[in-house]
């Protein structure tokens, strides 16, 4: 089988160098090239201590001419970054989009694998979800699709200190988050229309108000979604009918937890419902399942190979 050629523009930040890790164990992508507008000219391992030994690589900028031979480009950018790398890509056959830019454009496909299979299939531009959206979009979809969920829907949700990106900022710097809980963005987060936009096209979506909290973790999204349904409707049956089939769903019981999926592609999600009221939680590693992980996952759907290739397993992590 050909080797698919990649590159990463941003592989010196948190999703960039996961991806990187993700692609040393992939059988058919290669990582020929890597792009760092900041640091082009050194050396990859310079860069990024933990990839030392595991590539031999110089950062180049990230400009048409480095593009040559590339089969896929990942754009692991700050939100806002993408946009221009993507018009210089033109030239790049599949180009998969990490960042924000991307996910309500038309001519991008969005990258939820698991609910867009058929639409990601040979798909030449990609958009990766966002951490929250995924949490929350996997945890509301079989809800939605049976179009059980007719009042509004409330959402707590937190996230580790790496989903704010590697440049520290006052709000978001890990030790200002250290043994600290809070609520952020409280019912004005950027990830509701992505998620109200994914799963407004598989069936009726109701309201949906989120609180989301920056927690005391460097990795990891948990997240709590309240729906009320039908009277006699299973939510876990629901559950089990469209995800027991999928390999990166595992349904749990009780509750999941970050720890059993940091590092992994895998979300956790568990079911409590009491007559018509019920808890949907849901455990996923931002940087894995929320970001690099499901870039691969949609990748892989894109050139038809199986959609856990290089990616079911766990790996040493940040």
Request: aromatic share 8%.
């Amino acid at each position: 089988m050909k080797i698919i050629k990649a590159g990463i523009v941003g592989v010196t930040g948190y999703a960039g160098t996961e991806l990187a890790r993700w692609l040393l164990v992939h059988p058919y992508i290669d990582l020929k090239r890597v792009y760092s507008t900041r640091h082009a000219g050194s050396s990859l391992s310079d860069c990024v201590p933990s990839l030392f030994g595991c590539y031999e690589l110089t950062l180049e900028t990230p400009d048409e001419q480095n593009f040559e031979d590339i089969d896929v480009l990942f754009l692991a950018t700050p939100h806002g970054a993408a946009k221009d790398v993507a018009l210089r890509a033109q030239k790049v056959p599949v180009v998969v989009d990490l960042s924000r830019d991307h996910r309500h454009v038309k001519g991008w496909t969005y990258g939820q694998p698991e609910w867009k299979r058929e639409d990601l299939i040979g798909a030449t531009r990609i958009a990766a979800p966002g951490c929250f959206a995924t949490a929350i979009s996997l945890a509301m979809a079989p809800l939605v699709h049976e179009e059980v969920l007719h009042k509004s829907v409330q959402v707590c949700a937190a996230t580790g200190s790496t989903g704010s990106g590697a440049t520290p900022k006052a709000a978001t710097h890990h030790p200002d988050r250290f043994t600290n809980l809070k609520a952020y963005k409280v019912l004005s987060h950027q990830h509701v229309p992505e998620i109200c936009s994914f799963l407004s096209s598989i069936g009726r979506t109701p309201e949906i108000r989120f609180v989301p909290l920056s927690a005391p973790v460097d990795r990891g999204i948990f997240a709590t979604v309240f729906v009320e349904v039908p009277p006699q409707f299973s939510i876990e049956d629901c559950f089990r009918k469209y995800y027991e089939d999928k390999p990166l769903i595992r349904i749990r019981r009780d509750t999941p937890q970050l720890r059993w999926v940091r590092g992994t592609a895998f979300a956790d999600i568990a079911i409590h419902q009491q007559d018509n009221q019920g808890v949907v939680l849901v455990a996923i590693d931002n940087l894995g399942r929320g970001a690099s992980a499901q870039a691969l996952q949609a990748t892989n759907v894109s050139y038809g190979f199986p959609e856990t290739t290089g990616i079911h397993h766990s790996h040493s992590t940040l």
